[in-house]
């Protein structure tokens, strides 16, 4: 199977102007080797605004003029979901720009962040022609127009982290916790690691994240020591804490998939118990915020998270352009356009069709290497970084093709 290409881009040294450049996707199959989710990647779980009316026009404005069209539904009017639905939109028309598009027009719908507004603008994209759906946010809007896009054959790019949302035909390219349990974990065993206890909040994103700890764990033919949940309440944490407390001893690794919100509490629960010290925390990406890596007794603890440099460039070049800061997840629609433009550009008539959009070698986008499963899941290639005196300091790189192990 051969390779399939995604632009990239490379910021141009003379006054930080950007330059697009098509490279290479990834590899061919020789080099292949053949929710209260966070706060830096917030939920896409649930519509932001469920009582929005439903009623009046989808309609949006349209972004580029090619002859191949796609639908962006995004929540543009939503209560909660305006201000990051305009940066993506935003970041949508900064890919065709910058890679000066001239396959695609992109026809930008809003949902409201209701399922009946995703309904409506979904059918209305599609009779005005849609061969593909990028959108929406929420898990719930995605079915939705899952279900529409389906029996058409026209594949769904989702941003919902909810892996319920995916399916066959539905993808889901966002940042899912499954990827940074299992490159943390991968990286801890490859580090002599073999006995993990895990401190887990009692939430969506502490369920998806010990299922993929209990399989990460197996995988890397490690054993798991002791697994406890806890409540945002000072009792429940205290409570999880001390059942920990008596089976530590046997760890050598502690996973702990909260956030800046919960950690410092954590934190404090754990070194009031005397944990800590002589156990090697790991996490995931909600720990790259600042609050959590100014946590001092996560200091030299571990975390799976997409490199920082694509997003750093990316983000630059948009305030060049707009004004402002994007959000942290508008780099989901800017891979997006620019994937489907360099398929339509690349792959005739077979440009959206399964086969296309699964090939095991991945594509290259802001954030680093990602693939699509069958099952509309994701593979990203991240890096890990380890916490030193409030920094996230890179300690192994993103594997840069998916032949390679990362661990």
Do not use: H
């Not at 959590?292 to 750093?312: D, I």
């Amino acid at each position: 199977m051969s390779a399939y290409p995604l632009p990239t881009f490379l910021a141009a040294a003379n006054a930080g102007r950007a330059r697009a450049f098509a490279a290479t996707v990834v590899l061919g199959m020789a080099a292949a080797g053949c929710s209260d989710i966070s706060s830096t990647f917030p939920p896409m779980t649930q519509p932001v605004n469920p009582g929005a009316s439903a009623q009046g026009p989808v309609s949006g404005d349209t972004i580029g003029n090619g002859p191949v069209r796609v639908a962006l539904i995004l929540p543009l009017t939503a209560a909660n979901g305006a201000v990051p639905a305009k940066a993506m939109r935003n970041a949508a028309e900064m890919a065709v720009a910058e890679f000066n598009n001239q396959e695609l027009t992109i026809l930008v719908k809003d949902d409201r962040g209701t399922p009946e507004g995703a309904q409506a603008a979904a059918q209305e994209a599609l009779a005005q022609g849609a061969e593909a759906f990028m959108g929406p946010l929420f898990a719930q809007n995605v079915q939705v127009v899952a279900a529409i896009a389906r029996p058409t054959q026209r594949p769904v790019i989702s941003f919902s982290s909810d892996a319920s949302a995916a399916s066959r035909g539905v993808y889901l390219l966002s940042f899912l916790p499954q990827s940074d349990v299992r490159r943390v974990v991968s990286y801890a065993a490859s580090r002599g690691k073999k006995s993990f206890a895990a401190l887990i909040p009692q939430n969506a994103y502490g369920n998806v994240a010990e299922a993929a700890f209990m399989q990460a764990v197996t995988s890397a033919g490690g054993r798991v020591v002791a697994v406890e949940r806890y409540q945002p309440a000072k009792a429940s944490l205290d409570a999880a804490v001390s059942k920990l407390k008596g089976s530590i001893g046997q760890a050598d690794t502690l996973f702990i998939p909260d956030d800046g919100n919960g950690l410092p509490a954590v934190a404090t629960a754990l070194r009031a118990a005397g944990i800590g010290s002589n156990v090697q925390l790991i996490g995931t990406g909600v720990w790259n915020e600042a609050r959590a890596l100014k946590t001092p007794a996560l200091n030299g603890g571990w975390f799976a998270a997409p490199e920082n440099t694509g997003y750093n460039g990316f983000a630059q070049r948009y305030r060049q352009r707009f004004g402002s800061d994007p959000t942290r997840i508008a780099t989901l629609t800017y891979d997006a356009t620019a994937l489907l433009g360099a398929l339509v550009r690349t792959q005739g008539s077979q440009r959206f069709s399964e086969a296309t959009l699964t090939n095991s070698s991945g594509f290259s986008g802001q954030d680093g290497i990602f693939r699509f499963q069958q099952d509309g899941l994701n593979d990203r290639g991240l890096a890990i970084y380890q916490i030193n005196s409030g920094q996230a300091q890179p300690i192994q790189a993103a594997p840069r093709s998916f032949g390679q192990t990362g661990g």
